[in-house]
């Protein structure tokens, strides 16, 4: 997306809903409460709206949490309070991150007609769209747009890397970023008579397998966002398969040590197998430099309008007669510029 400009690339498609379910778009509000009641109905105790306020440790150990004002001990407490986690900073699991480990994220819910959905994004019973965006929708920042269908209403949002947010001096203000980006041409016509029924902003974990924290220790566990467990890809922001995954293996990893009646740290590291030998670890690994890439500041100001000018060249009509395509398309592209490109691809190839 460029200033007043864009260009799209769309993959859709019979195929995809021929393949076993591939990606679904949840409401928290609503997914959140329907997970708790299926715990609830496994034996769980939920406490709501109780806020964790302390952690409690006893000779470098964790021993449980105090939480509205009642102490609840624990054989092991498991840490899954989301990024920024003060309940593992502490039970001192603690890594120095930096403002270039975190994103920050706002999103709105925007309630529309299920049947104008269908019609506006050319969609047929339960499917969806998701779209994403980048360039100018971040002011050419680190980051970009997400737009996708939900049955009843339109998610859309923006996330901005914090590290690029503290640098700009022309961008402060990511909520008026949020209403540039609903008035787009591209944009608004797909929201047209929707209501907003969700405001929210959140920071995201960002740091890769560099921003991982320790994920155990004495009677403690740590899991999803808290972990630093979300891995942004580009063309994908993944945390909730993260959060649930790791959840999983935390769940197994008390049950052998209650069985083992061990929950010291080296009791509790099978966590840390489960994790390795999971996708999740292995993801982590496989996307190390991910971080470093997707954070090139040519993908979000230099490419996009880039895009942009050699598009006009192939498809603007002037008065005389058409030049070959290839000069044109060079001009925009000189030998200054495809140094950097060519490096931009060889590291993109590390993906
Ligand atoms: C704008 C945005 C878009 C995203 N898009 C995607 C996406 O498309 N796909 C995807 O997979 N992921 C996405 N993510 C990431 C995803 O939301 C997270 O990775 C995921 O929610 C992590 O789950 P979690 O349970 O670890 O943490 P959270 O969902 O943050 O849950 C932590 C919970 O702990 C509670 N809590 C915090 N402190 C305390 C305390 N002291 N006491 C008690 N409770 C406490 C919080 O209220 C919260 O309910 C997105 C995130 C944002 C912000």
Redesign the pocket.
């Known amino acids: 997306m460029a200033r007043d400009r864009s260009l799209a690339l769309d993959y859709s498609g019979q195929e995809l809903a021929d393949l076993p379910p591939q990606s679904w778009t949840v409401l928290?509000a609503r997914f959140?409460r329907w997970f708790a009641d299926e715990a609830e109905a496994r034996g769980a105790l939920i406490l709501p709206k109780?806020?964790?306020?302390k952690v409690l440790v006893e000779g470098g150990r964790t021993v449980g949490v105090v939480?509205g004002g009642d102490e609840l001990r624990a054989d092991v407490v498991i840490a899954?309070?989301?990024?920024l986690s003060?309940?593992a900073e502490q039970a001192g699991l603690h890594t120095p991150l930096t403002s270039s480990h975190y994103a920050v994220?706002?999103?709105e819910v925007i309630a529309l007609d299920a049947q104008r959905i269908e019609d506006r994004f050319a969609l047929d019973g339960a499917a969806g769209a998701a779209r994403l965006y980048v360039g100018v929708v971040t002011e050419g920042l680190f980051g970009g747009g997400?737009l996708y269908t939900n049955r009843d209403s339109v998610s859309l949002?923006l996330?901005v890397g914090l590290d690029a947010l503290g640098a700009s001096q022309a961008l402060r203000d990511v909520p008026a970023l949020l209403d540039a980006f609903k008035a787009r041409p591209e944009i608004a016509p797909l929201l047209k008579g929707g209501q907003t029924a969700e405001y929210a902003a959140?920071?995201?974990p960002e740091g890769g397998l560099e921003g991982l924290l320790p994920f155990w220790g004495e009677g403690i566990l740590v899991?999803?966002?808290?972990a630093g467990?979300?891995l942004n890809l580009g063309v994908?922001?993944?945390?909730?398969?993260?959060?649930l995954a790791s959840g999983y293996y935390a769940a197994q990893a008390v049950m052998a040590a209650r069985k083992a009646g061990d929950f010291s740290a080296s009791s509790l590291a099978v966590y840390g197998r489960l994790l390795e030998e999971s996708f999740v670890m292995k993801d982590f690994r496989t996307f190390r430099e991910a971080p470093r890439i997707v954070a090139n500041p040519r993908f979000f100001n230099t490419y996009p309008e880039l895009m942009g000018d050699i598009l006009r060249e192939i498809y603007a009509v002037g008065p005389g007669p058409k030049e070959r395509l290839f000069p044109a398309v060079r001009r925009h592209l000189p030998w200054s510029g495809l140094w950097p490109l060519l490096k931009d691809l060889r590291e993109g190839a590390k993906l």
């Open positions: 928290r959140d109780t806020s964790v306020e939480a899954c309070d989301g990024v003060l309940t994220g706002i999103k997400f949002g996330v959140h920071l995201i899991a999803g966002d808290a467990l979300a994908t922001v993944r945390g909730m398969e993260y959060a």
